[in-house]
Nanobody, 113 residues
Framework: QVQLVESGGGSVQPGGSLRLSCAPS????????TGWYRQSPGKERELIASTADGTAAWYDAGVKGRFTLSRDNTNLYLQMNNLKPEGTAVYSC?????????WGQGTQVTVSY
């Protein structure tokens, strides 16, 4: 079992930035595949960024060039720049461990004037 706790969400105006963090209950070195999902109101959860250990991150076309996924020994991060209103969503981190996927509860991001 893996617990994931996200933080860093909030309200921001269009064009603003936020940095999300994800703290797992195990060392980040235990996870080969990690990433971030988001779920907008009325929509299905979608993968927006992911990385396999030692490889370049993949980004959804809608966030590429504005979002950056990174990780260190303790946390997974998502730097979000130039946020747009359609970025309003619950953002959840994801890891794969022992062949099973795990998601956190998510953190709300609201982009509006």
């Amino acid at each position: 079992q893996v617990q994931l706790v996200e933080s860093g969400g909030g309200s921001v105006q269009p064009g603003g930035s936020l940095r999300l963090s994800c703290a797992p209950s195990l060392s980040m070195s235990r996870f080969y595949l990690t990433g971030w999902y988001r779920q907008s109101p009325g929509k299905e959860r979608e993968l927006i960024a992911s990385t396999a250990d030692g490889t370049a991150a993949w980004y959804d076309a809608g966030v590429k060039g504005r979002f950056t996924l990174s990780r260190d020994n303790t946390n997974l991060y998502l730097q979000m720049n130039n946020l747009k209103p359609e970025g309003t969503a619950v953002y959840s981190c994801y890891v794969a461990f022992d062949g099973e996927p795990y998601w956190g509860q998510g953190t709300q991001v609201t982009v509006s004037y």
